[in-house]
T-cell receptor, first 110, second 113 residues
Framework: ELKVEQNPLFLSMQEGKNYTIYCNYS?????LYWYRQDPGKSLESLFV?????AVKQEGRLMASLDTKARLSTLHITAAVHDLSATYFC??????????FGEGTQLTVNP | EAQVTQNPRYLITVTGKKLTVTCSQN?????MSWYRQDPGLGLRQIYY???????DKGDVPEGYKVSRKEKRNFPLILESPSPNQTSLYFC????????????FGSGTRLTVV
């Protein structure tokens, strides 16, 4: 059974600071997603990581995947208030099944 | 516009009163799935469907039913809702296989009193 653990679950940071959200998973996975969710809204796809060593960047967010360590990270650079949201990692296994982490609620304070 | 449409967006009902949440996609996706979201638990899969007339249980199927009679529709049925089914529900769809992403609906917030 695939299990996914995110940490931290809650993150409060100041604008301009850097931080990393970690996502560990328990078994072999074929694909890793990062999603953003604003309060009361649906999920917005941020990144899709396909293979070991994959790194993708969009604005102040950068995601990476290490399949040997079974770890994905979402790095936030010079945070701004607009990044406040809940971030989920999710792993896809055969048959199109997605397994989600618990989510990291990020608050960026002025 | 390519999208997954859920209805209703908000629903308050009473214990035991059967309800259906509809989900429809216009992208000809084979795969459809239902998730519930609860604080601190992330999204948990309820049921999924690989194609018409093919459905299977996810991680938390108890108290739910689904059907897939047409490719575009995947309704979620609560025969006898209970308060522990109060949650935010999302429908998602994709093409099958490992090379396609998922499209999520806008969500249905269900309250069972």
């Amino acid at each position: 059974e695939l299990k996914v653990e995110q940490n931290p679950l809650f993150l409060s940071m100041q604008e301009g600071k850097n931080y990393t959200i970690y996502c560990n998973y328990s078994t072999t996975s074929d694909r890793l997603y990062w999603y953003r969710q604003d309060p009361g809204k649906s999920l917005e796809s941020l990144f899709v990581l396909l293979s070991n060593g994959a790194v993708k960047q969009e604005g102040r967010l950068m995601a990476s995947l290490d399949t040997k360590a079974r770890l994905s990270t979402l790095h936030i650079t010079a945070a701004v208030h607009d990044l406040s949201a809940t971030y989920f990692c999710a792993f896809q296994t055969s048959g199109s099944r997605l397994t989600f982490g618990e989510g990291t609620q990020l608050t960026v304070n002025p | 516009e390519a999208q997954v449409t859920q209805n209703p967006r908000y629903l308050i009902t009473v214990t035991g009163k059967k309800l259906t949440v509809t989900c429809s996609q216009n992208m000809n996706h084979e795969y459809m799935s239902w998730y519930r979201q609860d604080p601190g638990l992330g999204l948990r899969q309820i049921y999924y469907s690989m194609n018409v007339e093919v459905t299977d249980k996810g991680d938390v199927p108890e108290g739910y039913k689904v059907s897939r009679k047409e490719k575009r529709n995947f309704p979620l049925i609560l025969e006898s809702p209970s308060p522990n089914q109060t949650s935010l529900y999302f429908c998602a769809s994709s093409l099958t296989g490992m090379n396609y992403g998922y499209t999520f609906g806008s969500g249905t917030r269900l309250t069972v009193v």
